[in-house]
């Protein structure tokens, strides 16, 4: 057997296993396999599907489109959908977060982000302005600058030698304090980091920060504390960096606002949306950008410099209006700002005695749960024992879906398990699967502790 064809089979989370089930049908948040077994889909996949799935709402309004015309070209036309979507997002954003670019997922976002990012200081005459800081342990997309600017050393080591040059300043995480730091300094500490980079880069070479309001994939759920975004928003302003919000796992209503990053008072220059927007029913992302960034565009280029053939793709928009309209109609954001705690507290319940489980934290339907091998030093499992793939498993085969991630506190050591259901989940479906995530993490437990 070949190297990648037994990594097909024993593989983890980022490559397609054989053994995986072959998926069915959908129904609200319930996923069937062709062999008729149930899933409850407490992660909405990797946090895409916000209204669940099949709806035939959305699914009507696809057929719809589709039946007219599938896509418009940009450059020979506009569309209902594509003008709908933009003045849905607009409002949503509340800022003056009001002109974007569509693409086809966050990825194509983060891409755009940074394109736009380098555009505006170069139509400001400051071309010098190349270099982008990032935070470690932050996840922003497979493409190569999204990649480049991603602290995830799984994804990012057999590409190394290719990617831009990038920085990268401390995580901001309150469960993992930098040395010497207490929990009240942490903000503040880390925004002064952030501002000595910008100073050690010059900030003439500087052109963008992007950071993850709430961090996903690569940290499991991490919140930033209190008065972060408000100061890195001010250190940006102050040395002409664009602050750039990858908001494509924790946005679009994840956090229990539209925005994510609206929670800490603050609206960056750039903003990244994707999985939730058309909720996995079309693939759809858009890099959203301020009023100050679009006047600058426009006035030496006409607009910005970048996009591709599927931008703005009329069925893609016409998914993403039905979902926002129903997002809106039934007050989902609402719900789970509402709702969230509730989710939280079942967690802490459910798993908080459990020795093996450190932090349980989050935000709205996002919540994050990390392991460790240890309580009180917060020393994490063995990397060999993968156990946030074992835990995947125990939770396939009692029918639920949850979203574990491996090498958050090193990139090599580290277990989390995010749980992010649809926003329609009921109280008793959460309930459901956080007894279901209880019952997984526990056999998983014992099968490591057996060895």
């Not at 396999?33 to 209204?51: F, L, R, T, W």
């Not at 972060?228 to 924790?250: K, N, P, S, T, W």
């Not at 259901?421 to 502790?449: M, N």
């Amino acid at each position: 057997m070949t190297q990648a064809a037994a990594g097909a089979v024993t593989g983890g989370i980022t490559v397609a296993n054989q053994g995986l089930p072959k998926i069915d049908y959908g129904k609200g948040v319930y996923l069937y396999d062709k062999d008729g077994h149930q899933y409850i889909d407490g992660s909405s996949g990797p946090a895409v599907y916000s209204v669940g799935h099949g709806n035939e709402e959305v699914n009507e309004a696809i057929s719809r489109q589709l039946a007219r015309v599938a896509h418009g070209y940009r450059y020979l036309f506009t569309s209902d959908p594509l003008e709908e979507l933009t003045e849905l997002i607009r409002t949503s954003c509340g800022a003056d977060l009001s002109s974007m670019v569509f693409v086809c997922g966050g990825s194509e976002a983060v891409e755009s982000a940074l394109k736009l990012a380098l555009q505006y200081h170069s139509a400001r005459g400051e071309v010098t302005r190349r270099h982008f800081i990032s935070r470690r342990r932050s996840w922003h997309g497979n493409t190569l600058g999204a990649l480049s600017v991603s602290d995830f050393l799984e994804r990012r080591r057999s590409f190394e030698g290719a990617l831009i040059p990038a920085s990268f300043v401390s995580a901001v995480n309150a469960y993992r304090l930098p040395d010497g730091v207490a929990p009240e300094q942490l903000a503040e500490y880390c925004a002064a980091e952030l501002e000595q980079e910008i100073v050690r880069c010059g900030a003439q070479n500087v052109a963008a920060f992007i950071f993850e309001p709430v961090v996903g994939a690569a940290g499991g759920v991490v919140p930033a504390p209190d008065g972060y975004a408000a100061r890195i928003r001010q250190i940006c302003d102050r040395f002409g960096v664009l602050m750039i919000a990858d908001e494509v796992m924790c946005g679009s209503g994840r956090c229990g606002s539209w925005r994510a990053l609206e929670q800490d008072g603050v609206a960056p220059d750039i903003m990244t949306i994707a999985k939730g927007l058309a909720g996995g029913y079309q693939p759809l992302g858009a890099a959203v950008y301020s009023r100050k960034v679009s006047e600058v565009l426009i006035a030496a280029h006409g607009g910005p410099q970048t996009g591709h053939t599927f931008t703005g793709h009329t069925a893609a928009c016409a998914a993403g209006v039905a979902v926002q309209r129903i997002v809106r109609r039934e007050q989902l954001v609402e719900r789970v700002r509402s709702v969230g705690p509730q989710l939280l507290t079942l967690c802490r319940e459910s798993l908080g005695e459990l020795d093996a489980v450190g932090d349980i934290r989050g935000r709205g339907f996002f919540v994050g749960i990390e392991l460790v091998a240890d309580r009180k030093t917060k020393a994490p499992f063995p990397a060999e024992s993968q156990l946030y793939l074992r835990i995947r498993r125990q939770a396939l085969k009692r029918g639920l879906i949850c979203y574990p991630c491996g090498g958050n506190v090193d990139g090599i050591r580290g277990d989390t398990v995010i749980v992010a259901p649809p926003y329609i989940a009921t109280e008793s479906e959460l309930g459901e699967i956080v007894d279901k995530l209880g019952a997984a993490t526990r056999a998983a437990l014992a099968e490591l502790k057996a060895g």
